[in-house]
């Protein structure tokens, strides 16, 4: 593999991202799913690196699920859109940072046609008035989160108190960059480094020390891919996605995989229990899968945060060889409890994946 | 007095030309902006239909233009600078400052290959052993096509029409000549490894011309060779430097999923980079719909420009074989003759 042709191909998809003056929105199921991704994010972007990054509680969904499976239309959603970026104008914002990849897409795709149908984006507006009183202006810079991280790598690289080497070693870790679909894949040139190599991860991971892995189904959906999990009878699809992604990266052995999106880690976190527990097969060292991490999860561990404040006792696969492999100090105890110390109970241990 | 011809370009076309030219008595001058004349035929190995040695052919034309005496003038490393009407004919000024009164300019600029890079998921330039049909064409000449490692392909596929008839890249037109030369690369690998399993994955197959229909038969019945109706999708590498590729299997109606060693991209024809900077300093017409020069008809004026004095021959008004190539430049220097003398 030439590290240089994927050079001259980033060089063609580079988009501007401003450094600072943010109105962040949140994704509806990241909360959940990897609940303090967001507040590290928040924390990192003020505390860390100075940034004013605005967020509101009047933020709704932007009604990308429903979007993508088919249950709501597009002028529905133009409409809730528009409010968004109205709660964007009131707060006297122009730049408009998504945790979201699907949003982002949404976002990304309606204002494209905003733009080709100067009619369609007349009658958002109208809608909008005549529903909620609101005006809008659209965003000067839409980047999705990852964006400003990629942007603000080497800023957080030198204020990194661990790095992606193996500490026993010396190399650097194998890591798996794993991009949402709707990052780049339906508009190449708003997404760093393009839909067949994007360099938003892998700029991150080389920044930080590590080394990308690229294997043959690296561009394959993580196993979301709304239709195959929302629709009950679909799961099966949903697992054997997954599952195709650990058996082609399997032979490059990689150490860990970093995400930007809200299912993918997800995903590719839980799916590896169901397939240890149901076919017996894990991916990761001694009886382990491969750890799962958001980028501001990576983020967080190479600035020093601690694990547990990461929220990283929550993922399905154990985070702890890779802690170890870097050189992370982690309270074993201390995993299971709460901020306020109190102890949140333990988790049943599935029987084929090892887990601490 | 003997009338002056410049021609621009000194690939096949522009030399078949110039040979035409200076037969009939008129004085050629072949600008040509590298340092030797030839074109895509001194890289190519072998020629489609009967595998005729490229370099034979070439070193014919060149040893004609040799033996023309002074009727051809070769001017190398030089492009035409600009090109003024005059009460007769044309003062044409090269790069390098040598000025010429020509009665008449032949455009024989020729094509560019796509960029294969262009197709990003193909993967060229970034992984080891995807080539263009030009780099096979390069290792056929050394006798050997082998991995980046070193080992004997055991499974090559060719990836027909990359860069023609795709919307993607603003290529819509058929580049005529891949489906045949795809088949006669794929046989040639046959004939020097037996072993290896070759596939081609074709759009269709237009086997247009003599004896085209017969290779493709050949191809499969002598050589075995397999075609796969479907486009490739995207390609990646596996663990230990193979190529895993993903394409569909349109008449079966089935995905299909294919690890080889060697990956052929079939590269078309594009117009090459001087046409936009000839077309403003020759007033010439440039088709908006695939980029290449236009000619007055396609019927009887085939080979002029809508410039008066100025010719067309040769790639540059589209794709064509080098049979069709070499038909079109002894056309051009009859249309010039007839021009010259009326």
Same mark, same amino acid.
């Given at each position: 593999m030439k590290l240089e042709g994927k050079k001259l191909i980033w060089k063609d998809y580079q988009k501007e991202i401003p450094d600072d003056k943010y109105f962040y929105v949140r994704s509806c199921i990241r909360q959940n799913f990897f609940p303090s991704s967001e507040y590290h994010f928040l924390k990192i972007m003020r505390e860390d690196l100075g940034k004013d990054v605005y967020e509101t509680e009047h933020h709704t969904t932007c009604g990308g699920i429903g979007y993508h499976c088919d249950v709501i239309q597009l002028d529905t959603i133009m409409s809730i859109v528009a409010r968004q970026f109205a709660l964007m104008t009131e707060a006297g914002y122009k730049n408009y940072a998504v945790s979201c990849i699907t949003s982002f897409g949404l976002y990304t795709e309606i204002i494209h046609t905003w733009q080709t149908f100067p009619e369609i984006l007349e009658k958002t507006r109208r809608q909008l008035k005549e529903a909620t009183g609101r005006e809008f202006e659209i965003p000067e810079h839409v980047a999705h989160a990852s964006d400003i991280i990629f942007k603000l790598r080497h800023e957080i690289a030198a204020k990194a108190k661990y790095k992606l080497i193996n500490q026993k070693t010396g190399k650097p870790l194998k890591v798996v960059e794993h991009i949402g679909c709707h990052y780049a894949k339906m508009f190449p040139h708003k997404g760093v480094g393009g839909a067949e190599y994007p360099y938003v991860l892998a700029g991150m991971v080389e920044a930080w020390g590590g080394e990308v892995v690229d294997y043959p189904?690296?561009?394959?959906?993580?196993?979301?891919g709304f239709r195959q999990y929302f629709v009950k009878s679909n799961r099966g699809y949903s697992l054997s996605n997954t599952h195709k992604k650990f058996e082609s990266m399997e032979p490059f052995k990689p150490d860990m995989i970093i995400t930007n999106c809200p299912g993918c880690p997800y995903f590719l976190d839980r799916w590896q229990y169901v397939i240890a527990e149901s076919e017996g097969k894990t991916y990761g060292e001694n009886g382990h899968g491969i750890p799962v991490f958001t980028y501001e999860e990576v983020a967080g561990l190479v600035m020093g945060y601690d694990p547990w404040d990461l929220g990283l006792q929550v993922h399905q696969i154990a985070v702890e060889p890779l802690l170890d492999k870097m050189g992370i100090p982690y309270a074993p105890e201390a995993k299971?409890?709460?901020?306020?110390?109190?102890d949140l109970g333990k988790p049943e241990f599935p029987q084929n994946i090892c887990c601490c | 007095m003997e009338d002056v011809i410049v021609v621009i370009g000194g690939g096949p076309a522009g030399m078949e030309a110039a040979l035409s030219l200076a037969g009939r008595g008129h004085k050629v001058y072949i600008v040509e902006k590298t340092n030797a004349l030839g074109g895509h035929l001194a890289r190519w190995d072998r020629l489609f239909p009967q595998q005729d040695p490229a370099q034979d052919i070439l070193n014919d034309m060149l040893n004609g233009i040799k033996n023309a005496d002074d009727k051809i003038e070769v001017i190398c490393n030089a492009q035409v600078q600009s090109v003024k009407k005059r009460m007769r004919g044309l003062e044409v000024m090269l790069s390098n400052q040598k000025m010429i009164q020509a009665d008449a300019v032949l455009v024989c600029c020729g094509f560019e290959l796509f960029r294969a890079e262009r197709k990003e998921e193909y993967g060229y330039g970034i992984y080891d052993n995807v080539l263009t049909s030009a780099d096979l064409e390069e290792r056929f000449r050394q006798k050997k096509v082998l991995c980046a490692d070193g080992r004997v392909p055991e499974k090559v596929a060719f990836v027909h029409c990359v860069g023609s008839r795709d919307e993607k890249v603003d #290529?819509?037109?058929?580049?005529?000549v891949c489906c045949v030369t795809a088949v006669k690369q794929a046989s040639e690998i046959k004939e020097l490894y037996p072993q290896t399993e070759v596939f081609n994955l074709y759009?269709? =197959? &237009?086997?247009?011309? &003599?004896y085209f229909e017969q290779m493709y038969h050949k191809a499969q019945s002598h050589y075995g060779v397999h075609f796969v109706r479907g486009r490739l999708s995207e390609v990646s590498e596996t663990a230990d430097g193979r190529l895993q590729i993903k394409t569909e299997d349109t008449l079966l109606g089935r995905p299909m999923k294919l690890t080889v060693d060697m990956l052929v991209l079939m590269v078309g024809m594009q117009a090459c980079a001087q046409t936009e900077e000839l077309s403003e300093k020759l007033d010439l017409k440039v088709s908006s719909s695939d980029h290449f020069f236009e000619t007055?008809? =396609?019927? =009887?004026?085939?080979?002029?420009? #809508?410039?008066?004095?100025i010719f067309l021959a040769g790639a540059c008004t589209g794709p064509k074989s080098l049979p069709d190539t070499l038909q079109d430049a002894r056309s051009a220097a009859e249309s010039i003759h007839r021009y010259l003398t009326a």
């Amino acid at each position: 593999m030439k590290l240089e042709g994927k050079k001259l191909i980033w060089k063609d998809y580079q988009k501007e991202i401003p450094d600072d003056k943010y109105f962040y929105v949140r994704s509806c199921i990241r909360q959940n799913f990897f609940p303090s991704s967001e507040y590290h994010f928040l924390k990192i972007m003020r505390e860390d690196l100075g940034k004013d990054v605005y967020e509101t509680e009047h933020h709704t969904t932007c009604g990308g699920i429903g979007y993508h499976c088919d249950v709501i239309q597009l002028d529905t959603i133009m409409s809730i859109v528009a409010r968004q970026f109205a709660l964007m104008t009131e707060a006297g914002y122009k730049n408009y940072a998504v945790s979201c990849i699907t949003s982002f897409g949404l976002y990304t795709e309606i204002i494209h046609t905003w733009q080709t149908f100067p009619e369609i984006l007349e009658k958002t507006r109208r809608q909008l008035k005549e529903a909620t009183g609101r005006e809008f202006e659209i965003p000067e810079h839409v980047a999705h989160a990852s964006d400003i991280i990629f942007k603000l790598r080497h800023e957080i690289a030198a204020k990194a108190k661990y790095k992606l080497i193996n500490q026993k070693t010396g190399k650097p870790l194998k890591v798996v960059e794993h991009i949402g679909c709707h990052y780049a894949k339906m508009f190449p040139h708003k997404g760093v480094g393009g839909a067949e190599y994007p360099y938003v991860l892998a700029g991150m991971v080389e920044a930080w020390g590590g080394e990308v892995v690229d294997y043959p189904e690296r561009r394959h959906c993580c196993g979301f891919g709304f239709r195959q999990y929302f629709v009950k009878s679909n799961r099966g699809y949903s697992l054997s996605n997954t599952h195709k992604k650990f058996e082609s990266m399997e032979p490059f052995k990689p150490d860990m995989i970093i995400t930007n999106c809200p299912g993918c880690p997800y995903f590719l976190d839980r799916w590896q229990y169901v397939i240890a527990e149901s076919e017996g097969k894990t991916y990761g060292e001694n009886g382990h899968g491969i750890p799962v991490f958001t980028y501001e999860e990576v983020a967080g561990l190479v600035m020093g945060y601690d694990p547990w404040d990461l929220g990283l006792q929550v993922h399905q696969i154990a985070v702890e060889p890779l802690l170890d492999k870097m050189g992370i100090p982690y309270a074993p105890e201390a995993k299971y409890k709460g901020l306020d110390g109190k102890d949140l109970g333990k988790p049943e241990f599935p029987q084929n994946i090892c887990c601490c | 007095m003997e009338d002056v011809i410049v021609v621009i370009g000194g690939g096949p076309a522009g030399m078949e030309a110039a040979l035409s030219l200076a037969g009939r008595g008129h004085k050629v001058y072949i600008v040509e902006k590298t340092n030797a004349l030839g074109g895509h035929l001194a890289r190519w190995d072998r020629l489609f239909p009967q595998q005729d040695p490229a370099q034979d052919i070439l070193n014919d034309m060149l040893n004609g233009i040799k033996n023309a005496d002074d009727k051809i003038e070769v001017i190398c490393n030089a492009q035409v600078q600009s090109v003024k009407k005059r009460m007769r004919g044309l003062e044409v000024m090269l790069s390098n400052q040598k000025m010429i009164q020509a009665d008449a300019v032949l455009v024989c600029c020729g094509f560019e290959l796509f960029r294969a890079e262009r197709k990003e998921e193909y993967g060229y330039g970034i992984y080891d052993n995807v080539l263009t049909s030009a780099d096979l064409e390069e290792r056929f000449r050394q006798k050997k096509v082998l991995c980046a490692d070193g080992r004997v392909p055991e499974k090559v596929a060719f990836v027909h029409c990359v860069g023609s008839r795709d919307e993607k890249v603003d #290529h819509t037109y058929c580049s005529k000549v891949c489906c045949v030369t795809a088949v006669k690369q794929a046989s040639e690998i046959k004939e020097l490894y037996p072993q290896t399993e070759v596939f081609n994955l074709y759009m269709d =197959l &237009r086997m247009f011309d &003599r004896y085209f229909e017969q290779m493709y038969h050949k191809a499969q019945s002598h050589y075995g060779v397999h075609f796969v109706r479907g486009r490739l999708s995207e390609v990646s590498e596996t663990a230990d430097g193979r190529l895993q590729i993903k394409t569909e299997d349109t008449l079966l109606g089935r995905p299909m999923k294919l690890t080889v060693d060697m990956l052929v991209l079939m590269v078309g024809m594009q117009a090459c980079a001087q046409t936009e900077e000839l077309s403003e300093k020759l007033d010439l017409k440039v088709s908006s719909s695939d980029h290449f020069f236009e000619t007055k008809d =396609l019927f =009887l004026k085939g080979n002029y420009a #809508h410039t008066k004095g100025i010719f067309l021959a040769g790639a540059c008004t589209g794709p064509k074989s080098l049979p069709d190539t070499l038909q079109d430049a002894r056309s051009a220097a009859e249309s010039i003759h007839r021009y010259l003398t009326a």
